[in-house]
């Protein structure tokens, strides 16, 4: 069974989503980031043959280890639940009761990737930001993504669940213009829907978004 040495698809996710002068992610639709990154920790569970999901439910195949401590400790999660769960209600649970995104930054700083500096703001409340250290991991993602969206070769699954996370996210607004969007539109469906765990999925990530959005202003 395969272990996990290079970054997640949580990890590169969030490298596009940072801006790089401020250190902070860029603005998004409510709890995007949040379901994308539940989504992205299940599909490299997946990639890592450790689940299989459906529509319907979510299945431990194998416990191993995959060396990478936040998608093992998902595992854990998961493995420990007496019942067997929906692919959504594992979603949500992580979207909204691990702080996900936050130990996602944490792991990009213990790997060196991104610098953990405190700022002051008006003289006076401090807050946190995470510029990149070199920023050679986020250019080789971003080339990556925009490499493929402008070729016609049949995209590596992982790289495919990555278009799909960025299509779900707006993230893809931040890498094209709009007349780059609207050239590309027909190549980035065909990258995303190309994998059977995107189409499954892509409904889930729109539907949570819109049910913890409604949640979070008391209307649901």
């Known amino acids: 069974?395969?272990?996990?040495?290079?970054?997640?698809?949580?990890?590169e996710l969030l490298?596009?989503?940072?801006?790089?002068?401020?250190?902070?992610?860029?603005?998004?639709?409510?709890f995007s980031?949040?379901?994308?990154?539940?989504?992205?920790?299940v599909m490299d569970l997946a990639l890592l043959g450790r689940i299989?999901?459906?529509?319907q439910s979510l299945t431990v195949l194998s416990t191993e280890p995959t060396g990478n401590t936040l998608l093992d400790e998902v595992l854990a999660q998961?493995?420990?639940?007496?019942?067997?769960?929906?692919t959504a209600e594992w979603m949500n649970r992580l979207a909204t009761g691990t702080e996900t995104r936050d130990r996602i930054i944490a792991a990009l700083v213990q790997r060196g990737v991104l610098q953990s500096v405190e700022k002051r703001l008006l003289w006076v409340f401090k807050t946190r930001v995470y510029p990149p250290t070199s920023g050679i991991e986020e250019r080789e993602v971003k080339s990556r993504v925009m490499t493929l969206l402008n070729n016609e070769e049949i995209p590596d699954p992982r790289d495919s669940l990555l278009v799909g996370l960025l299509r779900?996210?707006?993230?893809?607004?931040?890498?094209?213009?709009?007349?780059?969007?609207?050239?590309l539109a027909a190549r980035i469906d065909q990258i995303a829907e190309?994998?059977?765990?995107?189409r499954s999925m892509s409904r889930t990530i729109g539907e949570l978004q819109i049910l913890l959005a409604a949640a979070n202003m008391g209307i649901a």
């Open 1 to 11: 069974m395969s272990t996990l040495t290079s970054l997640t698809l949580a990890e």
């Open 15 to 30: 490298l596009v989503a940072l801006d790089d002068e401020r250190g902070t992610l860029l603005p998004l639709p409510p």
């Open 33 to 41: 980031m949040e379901v994308a990154s539940a989504a992205a920790l």
């Open 52 to 55: 299989d999901t459906d529509e």
């Open 78 to 86: 998961i493995s420990a639940d007496p019942t067997t769960q929906s």
């Open 168 to 183: 779900g996210t707006t993230l893809l607004e931040s890498l094209l213009s709009r007349s780059e969007r609207h050239r």
């Open 194 to 198: 190309f994998e059977e765990l995107n």
